[in-house]
């Protein structure tokens, strides 16, 4: 076998390895929740076209769905933070709320029920936290006389601040939409356990 036809065998085989990647991160990314293997296929169809004569083709690594998430997720992400800004700023002016505060004593936790998911954050008051499924930007907030709000966009419903009374240490939002049906948050505030 000639050195030329185990190149191309060799650039064959990691062209093959690099698209079954690339298929099933498209794959994972539309039919699941997960994301696959992003930049794997890329990088193998890349490396195999560029073992080729055919170095050009190294450029069809670039149809590898990282190679094009990576960078939306960054401008959207920066994008999403300033628009965030824009709402809730003149809100929390406008009802006088307490300026952020971190609570190193306590701590937030976000279960989402219909996904069996435990999230837990640090508590902050009057910072946004996010939720991805179901989609819901939340805050929580203090008055001048220390009445606890939570404030709420769902993005889905009205583009606008919904605020609920949040006197317990407990507060449970339904039928927030996703892709899957109505979904149901709960918030709760906690004492942070110490870990020594």
Not at 3 to 27: D, K, P, R, S
Not at 54 to 73: E, Q
Not at 94 to 104: A, F, I, L, P, S
Request: hydrophobic share 40%.
């Amino acid at each position: 076998m000639s050195a030329t036809t185990e190149m191309y065998i060799l650039c064959a085989i990691l062209c093959l390895i690099g698209f079954f990647f690339m298929g099933l991160c498209y794959y994972t990314v539309f039919f699941t929740e997960s994301s696959g293997a992003p930049f794997i296929g890329g990088i193998f169809v890349a490396i195999g076209f560029l073992l080729s004569p055919f170095k050009w083709l190294a450029l069809l690594g670039l149809l590898d769905y990282g190679a094009w998430a990576l960078p939306h997720a960054i401008i959207s992400e920066h994008l999403e933070y300033k628009r965030r800004r824009a709402l809730f700023d003149p809100f929390y002016f406008d009802k006088g709320y307490q300026e952020r505060k971190y609570d190193e004593t306590k701590e937030l936790h976000v279960r989402i029920k219909e996904r069996n998911e435990e999230l837990i954050y640090h508590y902050t008051t009057r910072s946004e936290y996010s939720l991805n499924i179901p989609k819901l930007v939340y805050s929580i907030c203090l008055d001048k006389n220390n009445n606890r709000f939570l404030l709420t966009e769902e993005p889905y419903k009205s583009k606008q601040i919904k605020v609920y009374p949040f006197d317990e240490d407990i507060i449970t939002l339904k039928g927030l939409p996703s892709r899957k049906g109505d979904m149901t948050v709960e918030l709760e505030i906690c004492e942070k356990k110490d870990k020594t």
